[in-house]
């Protein structure tokens, strides 16, 4: 790891605010000093005792969690974190099989870094994640798709009437869903159109498709609008669109 200095600027998301849980001290410092020298504001804790309480006394844009912590570990903590408040979690994880990232997203984390990461990585998935949940680009008119109605630069949607509560990356893939109805898109499309990556692990769609048909579909286990399309991919089919 070199000096934080590399990181590059971003003036956009000086007032985002950041919340690094790490118990190791020297992974801590450079994954901290990297996001400040991004324009981030930093807050630390060592636990995740810490962690939950910090995020109570200064709710945090973005959370960067290390998995294995002492007193809970780092899924113990995002699912706690879940149950009061909507915030991106990126899970800082040494365990490399599929199966412990996927017990990561299901615990309510949107991205994911295997140690041993580059710090550089760390700043460019907080920026990215960070500008599509404040908002970087021109504001997007609401709109509404069969029963869901959806505000897109309020990051609001709600389904015949009742507003749904969704994790950052789960809003981003029913928006990019909705914005193209009836259209089959890949898991490898998907990792690129929503999470802006080239490659990665496509069980990562996987889990956040789960994880949104259990809040969108009135029986999960026979889905009646977020569908697959064996061998291929998922769809969004909707009834009819509705403008305004």
């Known amino acids: ?20 849980v790490e118990d190791d001290p020297t992974v801590r410092e450079v994954a901290s000093g990297y996001l400040r020298s991004a324009g981030l504001i930093v807050d630390e804790a060592v636990d995740g005792f810490a962690a939950l309480a910090a995020a109570e006394r200064t709710p945090p844009d973005l959370v960067v969690l290390d998995r294995m912590l002492p007193g809970i570990d780092g899924l113990e903590v995002a699912r706690r974190l879940r149950r009061t408040r909507v915030v991106p979690i990126i899970l800082l994880t040494a365990l490399g099989s599929t199966d412990d990232r996927i017990e990561g997203l299901e615990a309510g984390a949107d991205d994911y870094l295997a140690k041993p990461f580059s710090p550089r990585e760390l700043v460019l998935r907080a920026q990215s994640i960070l500008r599509r949940s404040v908002g970087e680009l021109a ?19 709600a389904k015949a009437g009742t507003e749904l509560t969704l994790t950052a990356r789960e809003f981003e893939l029913l928006a990019f869903f909705l914005k193209h109805p009836n259209q089959v898109f890949s898991r490898e499309q998907l990792l690129k159109e929503v999470w802006r990556w080239d490659f990665g692990d496509l069980s990562t769609v996987t889990v956040h498709v789960r994880r949104l048909r259990e809040k969108i579909e009135d029986d999960p286990t026979t889905p009646r609008h977020l569908t697959t399309v064996w061998a291929v991919g998922y ?3 909707v009834d009819r669109i509705d403008e305004g």
Do not use: C, H, Y
């Open 139 to 157: 504001p997007e008119a609401p709109f509404r798709l069969g029963p869901f109605a959806i505000d897109p630069s309020n990051r609001v949607v």
């Open 235 to 237: 769809r969004m089919t």
């Open 1 to 20: 790891m070199t000096s934080p200095s590399a990181a590059p600027p971003a003036r956009d998301l000086r007032d985002r605010r950041v919340l690094v």
